[in-house]
Each structure stands twice: as C-alpha cells, then as structure tokens.
C-alpha cells in the first residue's frame, strides 16, 4: 500500500497532525475518524479513492498523532474548530468530507455553520444517542449531570494507560474489539495506533480523558438546527448490527434537506472496515450521482 506524508497545523496552540495523500490537482476530499481512533485507520478507504481525489486525513485533537489537551476537557466544539482551522489552513474548500462516529458528528456540525465549504458528506453513524436515549440523558437534573462529569474526570486522572507487554498482544486486543477485522487490518491498525513506552511495553495513542464528557454540549435541538442548515448532498451509514439506531426510522435524517440513507448488513459500528467493498461501492455511486 502507498502511504501518505505526514503534516502538522496548530489549533488552539496545539500541535495536530495530518496526513495527505497527494494528487493535489484532484477535488479535496478530508477523512475524519472517530474517537480512541487515529487518521490512519483510513487507509483502504483512502486508497480506493485517492486516484480520483486529494485526500487529506486528520488526527483529531488527543487522538493519534496530534497534541493532547492541558487539562484533558475535550468539548465537541474544539474538535469542531479543529476541522474549521484545517479547512481553511490548507484552502481546500469546497470538500467532500467523509466521516465516522464523533468525526462524523464533528462534521455534521461543520456543515451546518458552513455549508458552502462542503460538497458532499458522508457521515458514518455519526448522528450520537438515538432520541430516546438523548431525552433520557437529558432529563438528568442539570447539577446531577455535572457532578456526574466531575466524579468521571476524578477517576480519570487515576487511570493509567494500559500496557501491553508486546505489539501482538496489542494486536489480539485489536482484533477481540472487532471480529469483523482480518488480521491484517487488525495488525495495520496496532501499529498505526500504538506508541511503544520507555520499558518496551505499548499503549494505544489516544488520551485516556477524551472518554469523559462535559455537559456542556450541543442540545438536541440544536443540533437538529445545524442539521437543517446543511446544504450538501448527505449520505448517513449504518451497520445493522451497531448499536445505533437508524436515523430514517428515528427521524433524525428528516432534518436534513438532501439525504440518503443506508443500512449496511454484516456490519457494526466501523462500517468502513467490516464491508469495506460495500461501503466504498455505496459512497463512490453516492459521489458519482
């Protein structure tokens, strides 16, 4: 496989990282992972379309590559800015934007504030909580929901990364995370996001403080408000075997003026991964319409 270069920008005085697939005649297009994943879990998808575009693949803020925050409060909008400052660092919209889980939220929201700087968008089961579950998280007294952050950070900070004592048991982890995976994305996703620590043991890349989330979030109202403002073409992807619900049942695509929907059989949360074929034949028949 072909690899990308390495790039960094700044965010917030952080230091991000990207990577870019060169062909920068063709159309832009940015891939965006999720959480507890790195920009290079891209690379088969990157791969098929880097022909026909010039791909660009960030790791998002604690994620990867990229700096991790002072602090460790890692708020939707700061990923939201990180997104904005690589666009238009790097001058490439209008973009196609494909996207999975929290980056796909992530860029739901970015298309919504600028719909003019995105072409097209593909977001892979990045609508969040079904709305039953929103309103019941919601119906949480707003203190209860602080406190409850408050008690998350605390075991946070006690909470050390986990060593594995080599690289292939890193790889089983990998690979017990997600039986879809082959071996050999199994293993192209370890090394790709594991660091190896001082004493020869490895942990994976990710801040252990992006699993807490603040309360101060976007409300479900709002968000269906930036929804609406999006002016792209959308497609949403989901694995029937996830645990997301499907956001043309739920009503959640209605909000959307330009949408398709698909349900992807044999596939969880990393739809991307577990039908690949599928997946990169359903976006590129998307893109090509």
């Known amino acids: 496989m072909r690899g990308p270069t390495s790039h960094i920008y700044f965010s917030q005085r952080l230091r991000l990282h990207y990577v870019d697939w060169g062909n920068k005649d063709a159309p832009p297009m940015l891939l965006v992972h999720g959480g507890r994943d790195h920009c290079r ?6 791969e098929r379309f880097s022909a026909d575009y010039h791909i660009i693949a960030p790791d ?3 994620h990867g590559d990229s700096a991790w925050m002072v602090g460790g409060n890692y708020l939707h909008l700061d990923y939201v800015y990180d997104i ?7 001058a490439i919209a209008p973009v196609t934007i494909i996207s999975h889980s929290m980056g796909a939220a992530v860029s739901l929201t970015y298309t919504g ?6 072409a097209g968008l593909v977001a892979i089961e990045g609508m969040g909580l079904s709305p039953e579950r929103r309103q019941k998280r919601d119906a949480l007294p707003f203190a209860e ?3 409850d952050w408050v008690d998350g950070m605390r075991k946070t900070s006690g909470r050390t990364p986990r060593r594995y004592p080599s690289l292939q048991e890193a790889f089983e982890r990998m690979h017990q995370e997600n039986p879809h995976l082959s071996a050999e994305q199994a293993r192209h996703l370890t090394i790709h996001g594991s660091n ?3 004493d020869g043991t490895y942990s994976w890349k990710f801040d252990n403080y992006i699993r807490s989330r603040a309360p101060l979030q976007l409300s479900g109202a709002e968000t269906a408000q930036l929804h609406q403002q999006i002016a792209c073409p959308t497609l949403l992807v989901r694995g029937t075997e996830s645990w997301a619900s499907d956001p043309l049942k ?6 959307i003026a330009d949408v398709r929907v698909e349900n992807i059989e044999q596939a969880g949360h ?3 991964h577990d039908q690949l074929d599928k997946f990169c034949q359903i976006t590129r028949d998307f893109l090509n319409t």
């Open 196 to 198: 190896q620590n001082e």
């Open 60 to 62: 998002l803020r604690g």
């Open 250 to 255: 739920d009503g959640r695509a209605a909000n």
């Open 113 to 118: 504030l600028y719909p003019d700087s995105v």
């Open 145 to 147: 929901q602080i406190t």
């Open 270 to 272: 990393w739809v991307h």
């Open 41 to 46: 879990n891209w690379d088969w998808v990157a």
């Open 84 to 90: 904005a400052q690589l666009i238009h660092q790097t």
